[in-house]
């Protein structure tokens, strides 16, 4: 399971961590991503970061958000800086598995940027 958290309300311009704990002793095994949804707009990829910390963004994000992971605390964490209205979005949580290609999803933060 994914927990997912951090999200609300910020002024453009702010800042705001989202975090996502997962309940696997194996979280190194999983590459974790970062996706969101915004009203009337298809899912897209956020940010990924692989079982050995490797990282990919979005070219929206690029260079204002950042993922991280602490396989420790089975958690993946974004951060997000110089938010934008645009950014306005359900944010959600992703692992697949490497061994067996299996994937979770949680249960998704809102995060609004406001003018």
């Known amino acids: 399971q994914l927990q997912a958290s951090g999200g609300g309300l910020v002024q453009a311009g702010g800042s705001l961590r989202l975090s996502c704990t997962a309940s696997?002793?194996?979280?190194?095994?999983?590459?974790m991503t970062w996706y969101r949804q915004a009203p009337g707009k298809q899912r897209e990829l956020v940010a990924t970061?692989?079982?050995?910390?490797?990282?990919n963004y979005a070219a929206s994000v690029k260079d204002r958000f950042t993922i991280s992971r602490d396989n420790a605390k089975s958690t993946v964490t974004l951060e997000m800086n110089s938010l934008k209205v645009e950014d306005t979005a359900v944010y959600y949580c992703?692992?697949?598995?490497?061994?067996?290609?299996?994937?979770?999803w949680g249960q998704g933060t809102q995060v609004t940027v406001s003018s």
């Open positions: 992703h692992a697949r598995y490497l061994m067996s290609g299996q994937v979770f």
């Open positions: 696997s002793s194996i979280f190194s095994m999983y590459v």
């Open positions: 970061i692989t079982n050995v910390g490797s990282t």
